[in-house]
Every structure is written in C-alpha cells, then in structure tokens.
C-alpha cells in the first residue's frame, strides 16, 4: 500500500484554469505537507496542517489554498493559475515530534500552458 | 530565508568510488538530514542526526552532524549505479519549517 499517494501525477492546463491536487497518507500522521519543487529541483515548503489546522503557511500566493478534511487527507486548490505555477508539487506527511522526517508522495507535475 | 549550501551541485563518479557530499548553513539546526529523490519519485529520508558529533551509518551511508551544528556531510562507500540521484540535506530549527539545500546530483558511470 501507498503510504503518501497523491493525484493526479500529470497535470497539464491553459493559464487561468483552476485546478486539484489531492493527497492521502495511511500512515497515521498528524502533520501534512504541501512542497513545491522548482525547474532547477529547489524544494520549498508551501503549507503545513497539524490535525487539520493551518500551521504553516509560507509567502505563497492567495490563489493557492489548502483544505485538510481530515487529518489523512490534504487538498491543494489552485485558482486562475499563471505560467510560474508550473512545477512538481509534493505532498508529505509526518510523525508527531518528528517534524524533520518526511515521507514524500510521488508528486504531481503541474504545467501550465 | 534560511539557506543551505550543498556542495557539490553534481558528481559524476565511477562505480565503486567513494563519494562525498557536504552542507552548510549560516545558522544552527538542531536536526540534520538527508534524503535521496529519484527520477519522477519523491524524495526519501536516508539518514536523520540529532546530536552535534553524532556520526551515523545506513548501509553504505555515513552522515555526520557537525560539531558547530552548522554543517553536516554524507559520504558513500563503494558506490553502485542505483545510488544516482540527487541527494538533499535539510535543517530543521524547532517549529520552524524543514529547510533543503538544492541538492547534489549524483550520477554512477558503470
């Protein structure tokens, strides 16, 4: 079993677009993560949920809004997507007290055209 | 924001060399990492250090927490053409987010 999956794994859309990316960990964390990694492979964090609360959210654009259902499950909505979102974003998750040891999904190649 | 310097940015290595890896940060960290990312897969945890001098094998992984807890570097011995990839160090402070270095890409020439 997948312990981070998250779709799709290909997403490609005109500029202006909304789209989802979903994720889903069966590991039991209760801290969720969204990355994003750049052309040249710079990873970024972009968001961070505990038990489905908001605890981090670094400088990333309103369009970009996270929704965690529950604590197994981290959803990263982008609205009227622009050339510069293109990208591969990766959902992590991890333990309590271990917030340094992630476990990454396969990641999602978003390219907008 | 925070930075880390990773160097090498790429080494391109025969089989069964040893390879060296290092990172660099202009602030402490209490947490030192490293991960592997392979091609169209996400990046993996291959070693975590949690104490300053801590000095920690994973098979034919060696990493080190640098004693002024601004530094850390990974070596592999012996290296195998399934060690390609790029490797990332990270820092982590606290609360404060998981910082990465922009990786070392390893490539193994059988």
């Known amino acids: 079993d997948t312990a981070v999956s998250q779709t799709p794994k290909y997403l490609v859309t005109q500029m202006g677009n909304d789209k989802s990316i979903k994720c889903e960990q069966n590991l039991g964390h209760d801290t969720m993560y969204w990355y994003k990694q750049d052309s040249k492979k710079f990873l970024k964090i972009m968001f961070s949920?505990?038990?489905?609360?908001?605890?981090i959210n670094e400088t990333v654009p309103n369009r970009f809004s996270p929704k965690s259902p529950d604590k197994a499950h981290l959803n990263l909505h982008i609205n009227s997507l622009e050339l510069g979102d293109s990208a591969v974003y990766f959902c992590?998750?991890?333990?309590?007290?271990?917030?340094?040891?992630?476990?990454f999904g396969e990641g999602s190649r978003l390219t907008v055209l | 924001g925070q930075q880390l310097n990773q160097s090498p940015q790429s080494m391109f290595i025969q089989e069964g060399e040893d390879v060296s890896m290092n990172c660099t940060s202009s602030s402490i960290f209490n947490t030192w990492l490293w991960y592997k990312q392979e091609p169209g897969e996400g990046p993996v945890l291959l070693i975590a250090l949690y104490k300053a001098g801590e000095l920690t094998s994973n098979g034919r992984l060696t990493a080190q927490f640098g004693i002024t807890r601004k530094d850390s570097f990974l070596n592999i011995s012996a290296s195998i053409p399934s060690d390609v990839g790029i490797y990332f160090c990270a820092g982590q402070r606290g609360n404060t987010p998981l910082v990465f270095g922009k990786g070392t890409r390893l490539s193994v020439i059988a």
């Open positions: 992590a998750s991890s333990r309590e007290g271990q917030p340094g040891e992630l476990f």
């Open positions: 949920y505990n038990n489905k609360e908001l605890i």
